[in-house]
Each structure stands twice: as structure tokens, then as C-alpha cells.
């Protein structure tokens, strides 16, 4: 179609095109036979489609509802044995854990391993000491070189 009134067909077919819109589609449409082909085929599937069902057969409705069934009948159940079972077991569980903890009422972190780590943070802080006054002295020699290296060079 060379007219491209494709989508003011759409528009006009669904009933959704404005008044002036509506009478352009109606005065174009005798003098065109490609666009009255094109109503029709809308048309057409339009009608196709409103006869198809979204809805599925009964029998094949009833078919998944079975196969639903008959899946949850061999499902994990959960009755209050199990329920009653579990809750004992998770009590004697927190009560074996309360009771023989090697720390006592204190808390993990606070059981000699915080010491450790301040004399290594302390070491490491040391070092960095060391190194920064050491390179100071570094850059005092260093100095000394090179006034040597212009007394030398003034004299030669």
C-alpha cells in the first residue's frame, strides 16, 4: 500500500479516529483498492480472533488440576510430631551451648586475641617510626653528598 493510511485504518476499523480523521478514511477508501483490502484482512482477523477462547478446554483444565493433586500427594509434610520433635531438639541444642561455652559470660573477641593484635598494630607502628627517623638521617647524608659533589666541582 503506497497510500500509508495503514494506521488511520487501524483507527478508523477500531473505531478509535477523531471526527476528521474518520471522514478523510471514508472519502479515501472508494478510490483506493488497497486499502479497502487491507479493511477487510483487519477486519477479518479481527473476527478470527474474537472467536478464538483464551479460556482453556475443560478437559484440559481438569487434566492440570489432577496432575496438581496428585504432585502434592507425595509433598514434604510437616505435622506437629515432626514440629514437637524439632523444638526439643533445637532447646537441647541452645542449652548444650550455653552452658559449656569455654569463655564464659565473655564474648569471643575478648579473650586474649585483642592483646595480639595491639602488639602487632604497636610493632608495626614502631617500624614505621624507625624507618620515617632513619630516613630522615638518609636525606641529612644525602645532602652532605652534594654539597661535597659542588665543593668539588667549584674547585676543579
Known amino acids: ?16 479516529a477523531d471526527a476528521g480523521l474518520k471522514a478523510g478514511v471514508e472519502a479515501h477508501l ?11 484482512a483487519l477486519r477479518l482477523a479481527g ?3 474474537a472467536a478464538f477462547s483464551a479460556e482453556p478446554r475443560p ?7 489432577s496432575a496438581a493433586r496428585n504432585a502434592r500427594r507425595g509433598a514434604f509434610s510437616f505435622g506437629w510430631r515432626e514440629a514437637l520433635l524439632s523444638g ?11 552452658f559449656t561455652s569455654p569463655a564464659g559470660k565473655e564474648l569471643a ?6 592483646a595480639n593484635l595491639d602488639s602487632v598494630e604497636y610493632s608495626v607502628y614502631q617500624e614505621q617510626t624507625d624507618l620515617s627517623a632513619s630516613a630522615g638521617d638518609w636525606d641529612y647524608r644525602y645532602s652532605e653528598l ?11
Open 109 to 114: 573477641w575478648n579473650s586474649g586475641l585483642d
Open 59 to 65: 478437559s484440559v483444565l481438569a487434566a492440570v488440576m
Open 1 to 16: 500500500m503506497s497510500c500509508e493510511y495503514g494506521e488511520k485504518l487501524i483507527l478508523y476499523l477500531y473505531g478509535e
Open 88 to 98: 526439643a531438639l533445637a532447646s537441647v541444642l541452645g542449652g548444650v551451648f550455653a
Open 47 to 49: 473476527g478470527r480472533l
Open 146 to 156: 652534594e654539597d661535597d659533589a659542588a665543593a668539588v666541582s667549584e674547585n676543579a
Open 30 to 40: 472508494p478510490g483506493c483498492a488497497a486499502c479497502r483490502g487491507e479493511l477487510e
